[in-house]
């Protein structure tokens, strides 16, 4: 049973930051790509960021801002996947969500954690 939490969202400040967390269980042996995706109101979800194999990507718009960083338990039972993000605009309001894509049992498969909401605002 693969689950993904997300945490961390909230209301800040233009020019502030926030740390996401997204908590994977389960053995990354089945885990390829991992990315942080959003969506605001009115727009289309967007890869944000994405993790694999030690190689790093990000939007344009994140891009210099953001940082996507994973962390293994030390039996590998965990994964946490995070995305830190410094000064944020209020572009960046957005539902975000946590993915996971499956590779070799699990090929074919995709997975989603249930969202944390950010909000940046004056």
């Known amino acids: 049973q693969v689950q993904l939490v997300e945490s961390g969202g909230g209301l800040v400040q233009p020019g502030e930051s926030l740390r996401l967390s997204c908590a994977y269980s389960?053995?990354?042996?089945?885990?390829?790509?991992m990315a942080w995706y959003r969506q605001a109101p009115g727009k289309e979800r967007e890869l944000v960021a994405s993790?694999?194999?030690?190689?790093?990507?990000?939007?344009?718009a994140v891009l210099g801002r953001f940082t996507i960083s994973r962390d293994f338990s030390t039996d590998g039972a965990k994964t946490t996947v995070s995305l830190e993000m410094r000064n944020l605009e209020p572009e960046d309001t957005a539902l975000y969500y946590c993915?996971?894509?499956?590779?070799?049992?699990?090929?074919?498969?995709?997975?989603w954690g249930q969202g944390t909401q950010v909000t940046v605002s004056s």
């Open positions: 993915h996971a894509t499956g590779v070799n049992r699990l090929r074919g498969r995709d997975f």
């Open positions: 389960g053995s990354m042996r089945n885990i390829g790509e």
């Open positions: 993790i694999r194999d030690g190689i790093k990507r990000y939007s344009d």
